[in-house]
């Protein structure tokens, strides 16, 4: 699977990518109408550009995601992902799926574990934009793992449908911000894949 990634970064280009810089450009998403200006997923509204030119190439495991985003529609939604640079995780992203699966078996549940209970809150209560979040390595074999709260922007994926529990993800050390690559970027094995529901 790391191969598919290395073809993403390959089509992205290599850090800053200025190579294709007004593609980037037609690729920002302006912030919906729902959104308020108070809330922290303008974050990812405000560092769409930083991501496109400097962000790091992962892989991306949902969480859990508003329904409206698993069906045709017009609007952007959030959701909650994993994410992490280990090197475990890029040649083998199911691990990262089965950690993303265990996140959200806690929801409903009060773990014992206080990380885990926080974490817990944070996936049953679905409100709060909790950004940047370290996973508990109680869940994660010891490995640096990250949750975060962005948004899906749906002309982002291949079809506007979220079809698959992972992904390749642009995240950067100096925001909490992260964004789905954009399928422009992606092999067509990859879209494939998506396409056939991961």
């Known amino acids: 699977m790391s191969s598919l990634l290395d073809e993403v970064r390959d089509a992205m280009g290599p850090v800053p990518r200025w190579r294709g810089f007004f593609g980037h450009l037609s690729l920002r998403v302006a912030r919906p109408r729902w959104m308020k200006r108070s809330d922290e997923l303008n974050e990812v509204f405000r ?3 930083k ?3 400097e962000g ?5 495991a949902l969480v859990q995601a508003n329904k ?8 952007d939604h959030p959701a909650m992902a994993i994410y992490s640079a280990d090197p475990l995780f890029e040649h083998d992203p199911g691990r990262l ?6 996140l959200g078996e806690l929801k409903g549940t009060t773990p014992s ?8 809150e944070i996936i049953t209560g679905e409100m709060e934009r909790a950004m940047g979040w370290t996973v508990p390595e109680s869940c994660t074999w010891g490995r640096e793992v990250f949750s975060t709260a962005f948004m899906v922007f749906r002309r982002h994926l291949p079809d506007g449908v979220l079809r698959s529990g992972w992904f ?3 995240a950067h050390p100096e925001t909490q911000a992260v964004m789905i690559v954009p399928s422009n970027y992606w092999p067509d094995e990859l879209v494939e894949m998506w396409m056939a529901g991961g």
């Open 47 to 49: 560092r769409q550009g």
């Open 51 to 53: 991501l496109m030119r």
């Open 56 to 60: 790091d190439i992962l892989w991306g």
């Open 68 to 75: 409206h985003l698993f069906n045709p529609g017009p609007h």
């Open 97 to 102: 799926q089965a950690i993303a699966h265990r």
């Open 113 to 120: 574990d206080p990380r885990e209970r926080r974490l817990a």
């Open 168 to 170: 390749p993800l642009l």
